[in-house]
Nanobody, 123 residues
Framework: EVQLVESGGGLVQAGGSLRLSCAVS????????IGWFRQAPGKERKGVSCTTGSDGSTYYADSVKGRFTISSDNAKNTVYLQMNSLKPEDTAVYYC????????????????WGQGTQVTVSS
């Protein structure tokens, strides 16, 4: 059974940092892309970043480039999203998802989803 479990969300002041974790199980880590998505209140879910299993390539949405970093620990089957210089507009529920190894940050490419973790950035 494929499972993804996010953790690390919370409340932080603007300019602060958080590190989200996505623990994955039930599939071979290297055969999948793992993406991070977020959904702000009243808005559609959007892609934030992903790392591809095939060659370790990474992608970032323009809104987070230079502030967020995705990384993976294959030994722990965990993908991280380090978020620095957080802004109030980063407030959202953050989800990790698994998709084909060549997936990008398009939501419809992903098949398996975690339950989400709330990130709130206060001004």
């Amino acid at each position: 059974e494929v499972q993804l479990v996010e953790s690390g969300g919370g409340l932080v002041q603007a300019g602060g940092s958080l590190r989200l974790s996505c623990a994955v199980s039930g599939f071979t880590f290297d055969d999948y892309a793992i993406g991070w998505f977020r959904q702000a209140p009243g808005k559609e879910r959007k892609g934030v970043s992903c790392t591809t299993g095939s060659d370790g390539s990474t992608y970032y949405a323009d809104s987070v480039k230079g502030r967020f970093t995705i990384s993976s620990d294959n030994a722990k089957n965990t993908v991280y999203l380090q978020m620095n210089s957080l802004k109030p507009e980063d407030t959202a529920v953050y989800y990790c998802a698994a998709g084909p190894a060549d997936a990008t940050i398009k939501e419809d490419e992903y098949d398996y989803w975690g339950q989400g973790t709330q990130v709130t950035v206060s001004s």
